[in-house]
């Protein structure tokens, strides 16, 4: 069986990230499959562990990146998160495109540990549009929306570092655009 292939998403907070992930895993021709992650915070109500999160206490996360088990990790909040690399490479053993959805310094750390992954960032139509999306959800202060902000801005200045560039106008074409990339380099 052919291994399958390590795919990274990635691009600042509000960009559509999950909606297009979840439009592309509609394609199942794609074999694709998500990558879970690893977290010190507590299960909230109705999460499931192994398929929300792996719930782990800050030691065993700790050990687990001194052990080098971790594709990545980033701490948020006084919680850790991470991707399991045991995790991740038995998807990518039984055949299956596992997709990161991370973040840009996620992104970044498992780029360096795997220089062949496929990695594609999401960037929106302009900063404006960006900006409208963030407000259009209503849920954060205006401090914290600046500072969103400021760190998509920051962030679309990495997107160089990636082997591909997509412009979310619509989830739709956007979905397209990467299930095309994923066809191209597993073919």
Same mark, same amino acid.
């Given at each position: 069986m052919k291994r399958g292939l $390590?795919?990274? $998403?990635?691009?600042p907070s509000g960009v559509g990230k999950g909606t297009v992930r979840e439009q592309l895993f509609k394609e199942e021709s794609l074999n694709l499959a998500y990558s879970i992650s690893m977290t010190t915070r507590y299960k909230r109500p109705g999460e499931r562990e192994g398929i929300d999160y792996f719930f782990v206490d800050v030691d065993t996360f700790k050990k687990k990146i001194e052990q080098g088990e971790l594709l990545e *990790?980033? #701490?948020? /909040?006084?919680? *850790? =998160?991470?991707?399991?690399?045991? =995790? %991740?490479?038995? @998807? @990518?053993?039984?055949?299956?495109? %596992? /997709? $990161? +959805?991370? +973040? %840009? #310094?996620?992104? $970044? #750390?498992v780029m360096k540990k795997v220089p062949d992954a496929l990695t594609i960032f999401l960037v929106p139509p302009s900063m404006e549009e960006l900006e409208r999306r963030i407000r259009g959800r209503k849920t954060e202060a205006e401090s914290v929306m600046q500072e969103r902000l400021a760190k998509a801005e920051r962030e679309i200045k990495t997107k160089d570092s990636y082997k591909h560039v997509v412009v979310n106008?619509? /989830? +739709? #074409?956007?979905?397209? +655009?990467i299930a095309d990339i994923i066809r191209h380099n597993i073919n």
């Open positions: $390590l795919i990274i $998403l990635s691009g *990790y980033a #701490q948020f /909040v006084g919680n *850790y =998160y991470g991707t399991p690399k045991a =995790y %991740v490479d038995q @998807l @990518l053993d039984e055949g299956k495109n %596992v /997709v $990161l +959805e991370i +973040e %840009v #310094q996620g992104a $970044l #750390q106008n619509t /989830v +739709e #074409q956007a979905a397209n +655009e």
